[in-house]
Structures are given as structure tokens and as C-alpha cells.
């Protein structure tokens, strides 16, 4: 997946969630009576959870076939791909704390970092099942990204009101919420998941992957 592939793949992503996301607040304005209006702002907090969730993953597996096609040495990449793809290594020397057995293991990870890179994008990163701030975290950390200061100040957004309000809706609660709070949560994925698309893009063009 060339640079142009790739960037074509993650906006065309982007869009079409972002059209999902902005068509509630036309929905919420043609809303006919309130049963149908609390209806539409709980439809809204899962869907934004979803398009969250959907894109993060979507994008960083974009992102990693990205690296893939550029069939670049182990050794050339940051660290958190290396790791990625030396990782069943680690698995085996686990088993064993024989000096002579860890000597073969360091020969077997060098000579790994010679070889073309390429890994599955469930090996460098996981969404797991809920895509909380410290979850987020790890997967923008282990793509070699930073976790940007606009994330961070979001971490109580992502886990007090995005998470915990998709839970409570998928898990049979009961919860009742507003116009305002379901247009919230609707801007703040779409700044979002706009912020991570930007990251990604700027990193595949300025090759950020790249060891220093």
C-alpha cells in the first residue's frame, strides 16, 4: 500500500463516518416528539463510540500495511515495530533461562532485524474490547507515534462520557441523555478521529516510522 494508497484509504475512511456522525444533527432537528428525540441521542452515543473505536483501528491498520509495502529492514524501524516482530522470540526465551539458549535467542533477534519487515496489524497494536484513554495510549505508542497533548486533555472525555455512556446504552441501561450531550460527544469524535487522521497521514509522508 503506496503513500497516495494509503491516504486515499484513511480519508475515504474518515469520510464516510464523519457524514455518519453530522447527519444526526439533522436528525435531532427533524425530531417529531420526545420519545423519538431520546431515541436518536442514545442511537447517537453508540454510534459515536463506534465511529471512534472503528477509525482508530481502521487507520492504524492502514497505517502498518503502509510500513509493510515499503519492505524496509526490521533494524531501519522505531522500536515498538521491531518489538512487533520479534516478539515470538521473547515468548520462547521465557521458557528457558539457560545462558547458552539466551545467546541463541540475541543471534536469532539480530539476525531478525536484517530482514524485511512485515507484521500483521493485530501484532503492533489492540484496541482490546473497550478503547479506553490508557488503551488509546498503548496503541498510538506502540504504532511509535506521540500521544499528543490534545489527546490527553480528552482522557476523561474518553472514558467518563464516550466509554462509560456507550456501555451503559450496549449493556441494557436505561440512561437518558440530552441534545447537548449526544452533539457533544458527536464534535468530539469527529475532532478526534480528524486529529488522529492528520497524525497518521504526517507520519507515513515524514516517514516518522523510521529509527532516529
Not at 77 to 82: A, D, E, H, I, T
Request: glycine residues 4%; proline residues 1%; hydrophobic residues 40%.
Amino acid at each position: 500500500m503506496d503513500l497516495e494508497r494509503f491516504s486515499d484509504k484513511v480519508q475515504r475512511d474518515l469520510s464516510l463516518r464523519k457524514v455518519e456522525l453530522s447527519r444526526f444533527s439533522i436528525l435531532f432537528q427533524e425530531g417529531k416528539d420526545q420519545s423519538h428525540q431520546e431515541l436518536l441521542h442514545r442511537a447517537a452515543v453508540v454510534i459515536s463510540y463506534a465511529h471512534w473505536e472503528g477509525f482508530v483501528k481502521a487507520g492504524s491498520a492502514f497505517y502498518v500495511k503502509h510500513i509493510n509495502s515499503r519492505q524496509l529492514p526490521v533494524g531501519r524501524l522505531k522500536y515498538p515495530f521491531q518489538a512487533a516482530y520479534v516478539a515470538s522470540r521473547f515468548k520462547q526465551a521465557s521458557a528457558s533461562s539457560k545462558n547458552y539458549f539466551l545467546g541463541d535467542l540475541l543471534d536469532c533477534i539480530d539476525a531478525d532485524r536484517k530482514k524485511t519487515f512485515s507484521a500483521r496489524p493485530e501484532k503492533c497494536f489492540d484496541t482490546e474490547s473497550n478503547l479506553s484513554s490508557v488503551v488509546f495510549k498503548a496503541l498510538v505508542q506502540g504504532l511509535g507515534l506521540d500521544y499528543l497533548d490534545e489527546y490527553e486533555t480528552r482522557n476523561a472525555f474518553i472514558d467518563e462520557k464516550l466509554l462509560y455512556g456507550r456501555n451503559q446504552v450496549a449493556h441494557g441501561e436505561l440512561a437518558k441523555f440530552d441534545r447537548q450531550d449526544a452533539e457533544e460527544r458527536l464534535d468530539s469524535v469527529r475532532y478526534l478521529i480528524d486529529l488522529f487522521s492528520d497524525q497518521l497521514l504526517n507520519a507515513a509522508r515524514d516517514e516518522y516510522y523510521l529509527a532516529q
